[in-house]
Structure formats: structure tokens, C-alpha cells
């Protein structure tokens, strides 16, 4: 199982950025797949998530409107579109599979992880 990030870089305020998590070595159809965002000096916090099996997505609140979560069955890969960039969303992205993406909120605990990529917004 492998999970490989990529999209990250620079953005002035207000821009965006499209971020991608490839996977490999399982099918996305049978996991849901997570987005989590760690700023320097701060926890790991669920951004976004969507659910294989229907599509069902979620969102944190900072990110609704602004972020949309897609995936490409085809490709295996997971997409992140962040509009409208703020300094808040300055951090490192991960991607992972394997954990719960509910109505709620992400479950803490996802079984595998990405690398991650890094995100600057400048204003």
C-alpha cells in the first residue's frame, strides 16, 4: 500500500492550489480516503474526507466552500481543489486511507499515510 502526495508549493492569499494522492496497491472503491493538515507546532487535524462506497464527503467547517474533495476510481488518485487560499491553511497535507469518514467528522485513527506536501500561502 502505497500513498504519494503531490500539488504542494506557494500560492499568494486568495489563490489555489489542487493537491493529488495517488494510491497504490488496494482499490479506492473499498476505503475512504482523508485529507489532514498539520501547521508548524500544531496537531495533525482532519481537513476532509470522502467515503469510496457512495461518495459522501466532509468537511471542516474553515474549508467549507473553499475546498472540494474528488476522486478519480480510474486513476486511483484523490483530489484536494482549495480556492480562495488563507494563511490558515499554511501546513503540511497528508493523505491516508483506511480510517472513518463520517457524517460528523474523520475518525483519528487511518491506517496508512502519505508523505505529505507542503503548503505556503502568502499574503
Known amino acids: 500500500v502505497q500513498l504519494v502526495e503531490s500539488g504542494g508549493g506557494s500560492v499568494q492569499a486568495g489563490g489555489s492550489l489542487r493537491l493529488s494522492c495517488a494510491a497504490s496497491g488496494f482499490t479506492l472503491d473499498d476505503y475512504a480516503i482523508g485529507w489532514f493538515r498539520q501547521a508548524p507546532g500544531e496537531e495533525r487535524k482532519g481537513v476532509s474526507c470522502?467515503?469510496?462506497?457512495?461518495?459522501?464527503?466532509w468537511y471542516v467547517d474553515t474549508v467549507k466552500g473553499r475546498f472540494t474533495i474528488s476522486s478519480d476510481k480510474a486513476a486511483n488518485t484523490i483530489y484536494l481543489q482549495m480556492n480562495t487560499l488563507e494563511s490558515n491553511d499554511m501546513g503540511t497535507y497528508t493523505c491516508?486511507?483506511?480510517?472513518?469518514?463520517?457524517?460528523?467528522?474523520?475518525?483519528?485513527?487511518?491506517?496508512?499515510w502519505g508523505q505529505g506536501t507542503q503548503i505556503t500561502v502568502s499574503t
Open positions: 470522502i467515503r469510496s462506497t457512495d461518495d459522501r464527503t
Open positions: 491516508a486511507i483506511g480510517g472513518v469518514c463520517g457524517v460528523d467528522g474523520m475518525s483519528p485513527r487511518w491506517d496508512y
